[in-house]
C-alpha cells in the first residue's frame, strides 16, 4: 500500500473521531419564547424544559440542556430516571448568567371584581386546587385566626380559643380548613384538615401525624386557615373549591388586575431517581431559581425510626438512588415543603452554594431507609428485647445516603408551617459532611442527626443561630441516639449495657465529628446530645450563649471547645459512659443533672471560680482544672482567641480559627450574623432549694436543665428528689424522679406551692396528683394520714 493511498483513510478516521465527538457533547437550549418543535439550538431552542429533558435522556455522552432567561412552569414534575438514561453525564442550568425561575406553581390570568369591605374576587379554571397564592411573587396568607402577626413568635400568631365551641359556630363550612398547634412539648408541631364538625360544635379532625412523640396539641399555640369567615385582613385569600371562586384582600396599594397572579401546583420540581443497583449518575442542577412549590404538611406522616420526627420523602429536588450528582448555586425561596431531599440510597452526591430560605419545611434532608437497618423501633417508647435483637454490626443493606456534602449554603427562615424542621437533617445516613453552612431563624435545631446509624459524619466550620425560635427543650445543634439497644426504661438500660457493652456501637459505629463551629440557642443548648447520642468527638467550637449538654450516652469527647456565660450539661450518664470532657473554656460551674458517674475523664478544663472547681472536685474531677479569666482577644467582636498569657493555654486547651458560616462572597453578603453576648459575671447557676416533706424530699424543677432531663413541656412543676419506704409520699405511690405537676386540679408551680396546696386541704378525703413518670402522664392519689 503506497503512501498517498493511506491519506484518504487516515482523513477518514480523524472526521468519525471528530464525528464521535460532537455526538459526545450534546447541547439542548431552552426558552420561554422557543418552541417544543424545533430542534433545540441556539438560534431554535425549546419551550419547555420536559421536552429538553426528554430528549437529552436519549443522548448520548456528555450532555447539556442551557435555560435562557424567564420563569418556566412545570406542567408535571419532571422525573429523570436511571432505566433508560443514556448519557455519561447530564448538567441543567442557566445560560451564561441570565435569571432562570422553574416554577411549580402556575400563572393565572384572572378578572378580579369588588366583593366587598376591600376583598375582591375572580373566578378559575374549574378543578383547580391550590394552597399558595403568590401576588407580585409575594406569598399571601390564607384567611386564618389569629391574623399573621410577623412579630410573634409561635406560627406568626397564635389563639388559646381558635378551636374553642363559640369560635366554631362563626363558622358556615369549616371543612378543608387546617388547625395547626404545637406539641403540647413543645416538640414541634401538629397539622390537621378540618373534616366536620360535630354536634358541640367540636372539629372533625383527621391528621396530627406529623410528630413521632404523640400528644395532644398545645393549649394555648394554635391557629385555623383556610376559613372564609376569618378573610378580614390585607394579605390574606379563600379560595372556594366549590364555586371555583378566588378571593383575595390585596395589600394595601396593589392592583390585582394589573397584579402578576401565581399559584402553588407541585410538590416536587425535579427528581433524580434511579436505585442501589442500578444508580443515576452524574447530574448537575445549576444556577436555577425554584419557586412556587406546594406545602407539603399534610405528607408528612412517615416515622423516622424513633426519632421525634417524621419525614415527607419529596422536595423542589428530590434524588433517590443518584451518584455523584450536584446541585449547586440554586435558590429555593418561598416554597411550601423540603427544598432538597436525598432519599434512600444517594453516594457522593453535593449540595452547594445555595441560598434557601423562606421555606414551610426542611432545607436539605438526607433520610435513609429504615430497612437498612436491623432491629429497627418506631416509637420512643418501643424497644427490641435483647434476646430477640440482631446483634450483627452494621446496617443489613447499603440503601442509605453515604459520603454525601453539603457545603457552602445559606439556609434561613425555615420551617415557617412545619416545626419538626431544620437546615440540614440526618438520619439513618453514613460519612456526611456538612461544612461552611450559615444556618440561621429555625423553628426547631438548625442541624440535626435523628439516630446513630452509621455515623462518621463531618460538621465543620458551620455558623448556627437564632435556632429553637418556636419549640422547647432543643439545642441549635440537636442529635438523638435512640438506637437498637436502646430502651427508655433507665434501669433495663442500666443493667443491659453493664452486661452487654458491645451494643453500644453496633449502629454508632463510625465516630461523629462536630468541630471549628459556632452555635448560638437562645431556647436551648448550643449543642445538645440527647437520648444515647454516643460516639462523637467535639472539638474547637464556640458556644455562644446555651452551653453544651451530654445526655445519657456513650464514647463522646468534648475537647478544645469555648462555652461563652455557660457551662456544661451532663445529664443522667451511664456507669462506664467513656465520656470525656478536657481542656475546655466554661464561664459558669457545671450543671449537672442526676450524674452519679462521670465518665472516663473530666479534668483539666479552666473554670471561673474557686467555687466552680470545688464543686467539681467534690465529686472527683477537675484534679488538674485550674480557675481563671480567659483572657479573649477581642470578646466584643467575637474573636475568642486566649491571649499568650491566658492561664487556659496552661490546661491543654489550644487557640482554633475563629472563622464560621459561607464562603462565597455573593452569600455572605446576603448572610446575617449571631449577636455577640456582652460578657457576664462569674456567677454559679443559681439551684433550687431542697424541702423535706410528706417523708420525702422536693424541689422546683429548675430551668432549662430540669426540664430536659426529666422530659417536661416547660419549667413548671415539683421533683421528688427522695421518698422514702413508709413515709406518706412512698405510700401514696411516689417515687425517685416523678415530677409533680398538679394538685387537686391546680397546676403546680413550684415546691412551696404545693407545699401550700397540701396544706390549705383538711386531709378529709383523698388527694388527686398528677405527675410525670419516665415523660408519661400518670394520676397518683395522695392518701391522707
Given at each position: 500500500m503506497n503512501k498517498n493511498a493511506s491519506y484518504p483513510i487516515l482523513f477518514f478516521l480523524l472526521f468519525i473521531g471528530s464525528f464521535q465527538t460532537i455526538l459526545a457533547q450534546t447541547t439542548y437550549y431552552v426558552s420561554p419564547s422557543g418552541n417544543d418543535k424545533n430542534t433545540g439550538t441556539f438560534n431554535s431552542p425549546f419551550q419547555s424544559l420536559q421536552h429538553a429533558a426528554d430528549k437529552a435522556a436519549a443522548a448520548k455522552g456528555s450532555t447539556t440542556i442551557l435555560l435562557r432567561g424567564?420563569?418556566?412552569?412545570?406542567?408535571?414534575?419532571?422525573?429523570?430516571?436511571?432505566?433508560?438514561?443514556?448519557?455519561?453525564?447530564?448538567?441543567?442550568?442557566?445560560?451564561?448568567?441570565?435569571?432562570?425561575?422553574?416554577?411549580?406553581?402556575?400563572?393565572?390570568?384572572?378578572?378580579?371584581?369588588?366583593?366587598?369591605?376591600?376583598?375582591?374576587?375572580?373566578?378559575?379554571?374549574?378543578?383547580?386546587?391550590?394552597?399558595?397564592?403568590?401576588?407580585?411573587?409575594?406569598?399571601?396568607?390564607?384567611?386564618?385566626?389569629?391574623?399573621?402577626?410577623?412579630?410573634?413568635?409561635?406560627?406568626?400568631?397564635?389563639?388559646?380559643?381558635?378551636?374553642?365551641?363559640?369560635?366554631?359556630?362563626?363558622?358556615?363550612?369549616?371543612?378543608?380548613?387546617?388547625?395547626?398547634?404545637?406539641?403540647?412539648?413543645?416538640?414541634?408541631?401538629?397539622?390537621?384538615?378540618?373534616?366536620?364538625?360535630?354536634?358541640?360544635?367540636?372539629?372533625?379532625?383527621?391528621?396530627?401525624?406529623?410528630?413521632?412523640?404523640?400528644?395532644?396539641?398545645?393549649?394555648?399555640?394554635?391557629?385555623?386557615?383556610?376559613?372564609?369567615?376569618?378573610?378580614?385582613?390585607?394579605?390574606?385569600?379563600?379560595?372556594?373549591r366549590s364555586k371555583n371562586i378566588l378571593y383575595c384582600y390585596p395589600p394595601q396599594g396593589v392592583d390585582l388586575n394589573a397584579a402578576r397572579i401565581e399559584v402553588s401546583n407541585l410538590l416536587n420540581s425535579i427528581e433524580l431517581i434511579g436505585n442501589a443497583s442500578k444508580p443515576l449518575k452524574n447530574i448537575q442542577i445549576s444556577a436555577l431559581n425554584f419557586q412556587h412549590n406546594e406545602r407539603s404538611f399534610m405528607h408528612t406522616r412517615e416515622p423516622l425510626v424513633r426519632s421525634d420526627w417524621t419525614i415527607y420523602r419529596g422536595g423542589a429536588i428530590l434524588m433517590n438512588g443518584t451518584e455523584n450528582c450536584v446541585v449547586k448555586n440554586c435558590s429555593f425561596i418561598g416554597i411550601g415543603g423540603n427544598a432538597i431531599m436525598l432519599s434512600n440510597y444517594n453516594k457522593k452526591d453535593t449540595v452547594m452554594g445555595c441560598h434557601i430560605a423562606h421555606i414551610g419545611a426542611n432545607a436539605v434532608a438526607l433520610i435513609g431507609d429504615p430497612k437498612a437497618l436491623r432491629s429497627p423501633s418506631f416509637r420512643y417508647e418501643d424497644f427490641i428485647p435483647y434476646n430477640k435483637l440482631d446483634k450483627t454490626p452494621g446496617p443489613l443493606t447499603n440503601n442509605y445516603p453515604q459520603e454525601c456534602v453539603v457545603t457552602d449554603n445559606l439556609l434561613h427562615d425555615l420551617g415557617q408551617l412545619e416545626k419538626q424542621a431544620t437546615g440540614v437533617q440526618i438520619e439513618m445516613a453514613e460519612s456526611i459532611t456538612v461544612s461552611h453552612n450559615s444556618i440561621y431563624n429555625t423553628p426547631r435545631a438548625g442541624l440535626n442527626i435523628g439516630d446513630g446509624a452509621f455515623g462518621?459524619?463531618?460538621?465543620?466550620?458551620?455558623?448556627?443561630?437564632?435556632?429553637?425560635?418556636?419549640?422547647?427543650?432543643?439545642?441549635?445543634?440537636?442529635?438523638?441516639?435512640?438506637?437498637?439497644?436502646?430502651?427508655?426504661?433507665?434501669?433495663?438500660?442500666?443493667?443491659?449495657?453493664?452486661?452487654?457493652?458491645?451494643?453500644?456501637?453496633?449502629?454508632?459505629?463510625?465516630?461523629?465529628?462536630?468541630?471549628?463551629?459556632?452555635?448560638?440557642?437562645?431556647?436551648?443548648?448550643?449543642?445538645?446530645?440527647?437520648?444515647?447520642?454516643?460516639?462523637?468527638?467535639?472539638?474547637?467550637?464556640?458556644?455562644?450563649?446555651?452551653?453544651?449538654?451530654?445526655?445519657?450516652?456513650?464514647?463522646?469527647?468534648?475537647?478544645?471547645?469555648?462555652?461563652?456565660?455557660?457551662?456544661?450539661?451532663?445529664?443522667?450518664?451511664?456507669?462506664?459512659?467513656?465520656?470525656?470532657?478536657?481542656?475546655?473554656?466554661?464561664?459558669?460551674?457545671?450543671?449537672?443533672?442526676?450524674?452519679?458517674?462521670?465518665?472516663?475523664?473530666?479534668?483539666?478544663?479552666?473554670?471561673?471560680?474557686?467555687?466552680?472547681?470545688?464543686?467539681?472536685?467534690?465529686?472527683?474531677?477537675?484534679?488538674?482544672?485550674?480557675?481563671?479569666?480567659?483572657?479573649?482577644?477581642?470578646?466584643?467582636?467575637?474573636?475568642?482567641?486566649?491571649?499568650?498569657?491566658?492561664?487556659?493555654?496552661?490546661?491543654?486547651?489550644a487557640n482554633f480559627p475563629m472563622e464560621f458560616g459561607v464562603k462565597s462572597p455573593a452569600l455572605r453578603k446576603l448572610s446575617q450574623q449571631p449577636v455577640i453576648p456582652a460578657l457576664d459575671g462569674i456567677t454559679p447557676i443559681s439551684k433550687s432549694t431542697v424541702f423535706s416533706f410528706l417523708g420525702g424530699e422536693i424541689k422546683s424543677v429548675d430551668g432549662l436543665g430540669d426540664r430536659s432531663a426529666y422530659g417536661l413541656p416547660d419549667e413548671d412543676g415539683v421533683i421528688v428528689i427522695s421518698a422514702k419506704p413508709n413515709g406518706l409520699l412512698y405510700e401514696s405511690g411516689f417515687r425517685e424522679k416523678d415530677v409533680i405537676r398538679s394538685a387537686d386540679g391546680v397546676p403546680v408551680k413550684h415546691a412551696k406551692m404545693f407545699q401550700e396546696i397540701v396544706k390549705d386541704r383538711d386531709w378529709k378525703g383523698l388527694f388527686p396528683v398528677v405527675i410525670i413518670r419516665n415523660q408519661q402522664q400518670m394520676l397518683i392519689i395522695l392518701k391522707a394520714r
Open positions: 424567564g420563569t418556566y412552569y412545570l406542567d408535571k414534575t419532571i422525573v429523570i430516571d436511571a432505566a433508560g438514561f443514556l448519557p455519561s453525564s447530564l448538567t441543567i442550568a442557566a445560560y451564561e448568567k441570565e435569571t432562570v425561575n422553574v416554577s411549580a406553581g402556575k400563572k393565572l390570568t384572572l378578572n378580579w371584581k369588588p366583593y366587598e369591605k376591600g376583598i375582591y374576587q375572580a373566578t378559575i379554571p374549574a378543578g383547580m386546587s391550590f394552597e399558595r397564592l403568590y401576588v407580585n411573587n409575594q406569598l399571601q396568607h390564607m384567611a386564618r385566626y389569629p391574623n399573621y402577626d410577623s412579630a410573634a413568635r409561635f406560627f406568626h400568631g397564635t389563639a388559646a380559643d381558635a378551636v374553642a365551641p363559640n369560635k366554631v359556630s362563626q363558622w358556615k363550612q369549616p371543612t378543608g380548613g387546617y388547625v395547626h398547634a404545637l406539641h403540647g412539648y413543645e416538640w414541634g408541631g401538629f397539622h390537621y384538615r378540618i373534616t366536620g364538625v360535630n354536634a358541640d360544635r367540636s372539629l372533625k379532625l383527621e391528621g396530627g401525624w406529623q410528630n413521632n412523640r404523640p400528644m395532644a396539641m398545645h393549649q394555648e399555640h394554635r391557629f385555623v386557615e383556610n376559613i372564609f369567615e376569618e378573610l378580614d385582613a390585607p394579605g390574606e385569600w379563600f379560595l372556594d462518621g459524619h463531618i460538621l465543620e466550620y458551620n455558623d448556627v443561630f437564632n435556632t429553637v425560635l418556636e419549640t422547647g427543650d432543643h439545642g441549635a445543634f440537636n442529635s438523638w441516639g435512640r438506637d437498637r439497644f436502646w430502651a427508655p426504661d433507665r434501669e433495663y438500660m442500666d443493667s443491659l449495657v453493664a452486661a452487654h457493652p458491645e451494643l453500644i456501637l453496633l449502629d454508632a459505629r463510625k465516630q461523629t465529628i462536630i468541630r471549628n463551629n459556632r452555635f448560638r440557642c437562645d431556647h436551648g443548648w448550643d449543642i445538645d446530645l440527647d437520648d444515647g447520642s454516643s460516639n462523637y468527638h467535639i472539638y474547637n467550637n464556640v458556644c455562644l450563649n446555651g452551653g453544651l449538654k451530654l445526655r445519657e450516652g456513650f464514647h463522646r469527647t468534648v475537647e478544645n471547645n469555648i462555652i461563652i456565660n455557660n457551662t456544661f450539661h451532663p445529664h443522667v450518664w451511664f456507669q462506664n459512659s467513656g465520656d470525656v470532657f478536657r481542656h475546655n473554656i466554661v464561664m459558669k460551674p457545671y450543671a449537672p443533672i442526676r450524674v452519679d458517674y462521670w465518665g472516663k475523664e473530666v479534668d483539666s478544663n479552666l473554670l471561673p471560680d474557686s467555687a466552680g472547681i470545688i464543686m467539681a472536685q467534690s465529686v472527683g474531677t477537675d484534679k488538674n482544672s485550674v480557675v481563671g479569666q480567659p483572657m479573649f482577644v477581642d470578646a466584643e467582636h467575637g474573636n475568642y482567641t486566649v491571649k499568650p498569657n491566658s492561664p487556659a493555654l496552661k490546661i491543654g486547651f
